[in-house]
């Protein structure tokens, strides 16, 4: 099941409670949890470093096969483990906070015999800060706890055997029978005192954070085709929304590699505004609208803070530093450096006031409300936009090399300009900025019609006058430029697919973006390549690649970044928000071109 002491990323199932998740294993260790937040330190990294990185293991003492599943419409993650003497299934959760005082944060493993009997081990190795912090294990009121600074994790068990503790870890034994159950419990505080719960209380909480998923999926209105995958999808999402203030973290983890023993290893813990528009879209086809609500007047927060210019991303809490540095583990199999912060925050981005606007638009077509004075904000980088638009930039895939005329980003740009104009016709931005931002919007797009169009490959292409391509030109056809039914894009879809695909799967762009190493078929890619095909009418074709993508996801429907051409095996952070927005958007836009 690993390789050199590391699970596949594929084996990885994830649980969240709205402010941090936890992966779990197929083998039932859980090797990822940072505390407080998703975006904090690591008190479980053992997939980025399987000797120093901590881990909570939980598994039969014996050989054993494994089939999991969430419990239907849930992030309730349940494993059945079979052995030759029995089988026994643990359920894994982290807990939603009741009424009354409650751990900062909680996890439950619950084990339940269902056949024969099976001998049972567990072991949970904290490791606060990356495991660079110092850990102390001791006792408290007979319930081991470990401890760093103002941080404290205490091990409830009950029926999971005496723990015992060592230097480094605090473990148990068991046998569970048929009928019998035991039930583990990680109870965490924060800068506040420790909480030790009972189990009945565990319990409760357990059933109704199992309610509270149900209760949420039973909200959402789609049901049209791959309504699993899109369900489990919106699940995912869930996951990675940060409840406190309403953003959505574009993946659980950071550094996990695009491609095996390389240093694209980034930190994807933060919140893009490229991915805005795509989020604000799939959330509103969902029926969503406290998250969206709640997201779009989180971007509006955060974008104060650097008004005119918006910054690439954002930390969760809507701060605008992130630094980045790298961190003394050795990185999944080998793959390091292991970043955390996020160094592009800081690249120029032209893309990404596309998207916000984008969002503005669709927000207020939704009938959501731009008062005045954020209306003035939003005409101001209407008019920022006119200022920078001809300048090269990053582009949307971060390249750390020279910065170009990237194509995608004069597309966004245009995007920019033309919703600023439609917002202002529905007198949600001043209008005395129209005639200026009609002029650079013409002005625009005849730059790319010149300069960004091969005859030759009759296609867009990836910066102005080059020959190669990029996959995100497909988000011109998702965003109107030019529209997906009009020739230059068809025509351009069809060439990304002759270049870039490799069958279902999509790779980027060609053309060195100045980081070394090779990296897997971006997964996000190949679904905005279904939903270009359904905007342009092609929807045998859309619906016949969104089927072998389906198939993609692993055991409990979630996705990486990337994949690999060949194994199949899933590369990068994860679960990625961005592919199960593509993936929900490419599904709805086949549906609602079925229905017309």
Aim: net charge negative.
């Amino acid at each position: 099941m690993r390789v050199e002491g590391y699970a596949a990323i594929r084996d990885y199932a994830a649980i969240g409670d709205g402010r941090t998740l936890a992966l779990v294993a197929l083998d039932g260790s859980i090797d990822w949890l940072c505390l407080p937040a998703i975006d904090s330190s690591g008190v479980c990294a053992g997939v980025l470093d399987t000797a120093q990185g901590g881990r909570f293991g939980l598994a039969p003492a014996v050989p054993f096969t494994v089939k999991r599943r969430y419990v239907p419409d849930s992030n309730v993650l349940e494993s059945t483990f079979v052995t030759e003497g029995g089988i026994v299934r643990v359920t894994d959760a982290m807990l939603l906070p009741g009424a009354g005082l409650t751990p900062v944060r909680e996890i439950a493993r619950r084990v339940q015999g269902l056949a024969g009997s099976v001998p049972m081990g567990w072991r949970v190795e904290p490791r606060f800060g990356f495991g660079s912090a110092r850990t102390l294990l001791g006792w408290r009121g007979g319930v081991p706890v470990a401890t760093s600074g103002r941080d404290a994790l205490a091990v409830c068990a009950w029926g999971a055997g005496e723990p015992t503790m060592d230097a480094v870890s605090i473990s148990g034994e068991m046998s569970v029978a048929e009928g019998a159950s035991a039930l583990l419990v990680v109870s965490v505080a924060h800068k506040e005192p420790l909480v030790l719960p009972s189990r009945k209380e565990v319990e409760g909480r357990l059933q109704a954070t199992l309610g509270f998923w149900r209760d949420w999926v039973a909200g959402r209105s789609y049901n049209g085709p791959w309504r699993e995958a899109v369900v489990r999808s919106a699940l995912a999402l869930k996951l990675l929304h940060y409840s406190p203030s309403g953003a959505i973290a574009a993946a659980g983890t950071t550094s996990l590699p695009e491609e095996i023993g390389g240093e694209r290893n980034w930190d994807y813990r933060f919140c893009w505004i490229r991915d805005s528009a795509l989020t604000l879209d799939a959330l509103m086809r969902l029926g969503c609208p406290g998250e969206a609500e709640s997201f779009f007047w989180w971007l509006l927060h955060a974008s104060q803070l650097t008004k005119p210019r918006l910054q690439v991303l954002y930390r969760l809490d809507g701060g605008a530093q992130a630094p980045e540095r790298e961190l003394d583990l050795k990185g999944y199999r080998g793959s390091r450096p292991v970043r955390v912060g996020n160094g592009a925050a800081h690249q120029e981005q032209l893309d990404i006031y596309g998207d916000l606007m984008q969002t503005a638009w669709l927000y207020a077509q939704a009938g959501g409300t731009i008062d005045r004075e954020t209306g003035r904000r939003l005409a101001g980088m209407a008019d920022h936009v006119c200022r920078i638009w001809s300048a090269p930039d990053s582009g949307i895939w971060e390249v750390r090399g020279e910065p170009q005329h990237f194509t995608h980003s004069k597309m966004m740009c245009w995007v920019a300009l033309d919703r600023a104009v439609h917002l202002a016709d529905i007198g949600r931005l001043p209008q005395k900025g129209m005639a200026r931002w009609r002029h650079e919007a013409d002005l625009i797009h005849d730059f790319v019609e010149r300069r960004c169009w091969s005859g030759h490959l009759k296609s867009y292409v990836r910066s102005a006058d080059s020959t190669e391509l990029d996959a995100s030109l497909l988000l011109g056809a998702l965003m109107g430029f030019p529209s997906a039914i009009d020739r230059s894009m068809s025509q351009t879809i069809d060439a990304i697919r002759l270049e870039l695909g490799h069958g279902v799967l999509v790779y980027r762009y060609s053309g060195d973006d100045g980081v070394s190493g090779g990296e897997g078929a971006f997964l996000c890619c190949s679904f905005w390549l279904v939903e270009a095909l359904a905007l342009a009418g092609r929807l045998q074709e859309a619906a016949e690649m969104m089927a072998e993508l389906i198939t993609l996801a692993n055991d409990v429907g979630l996705y990486a970044e990337e994949i690999d051409i060949e194994s199949r095996e899933l590369l990068g952070n994860f679960p990625q928000g961005l592919v199960h927005l593509a993936l929900i958007n490419a599904a709805t836009s086949i549906a609602a071109g079925e229905r017309r």
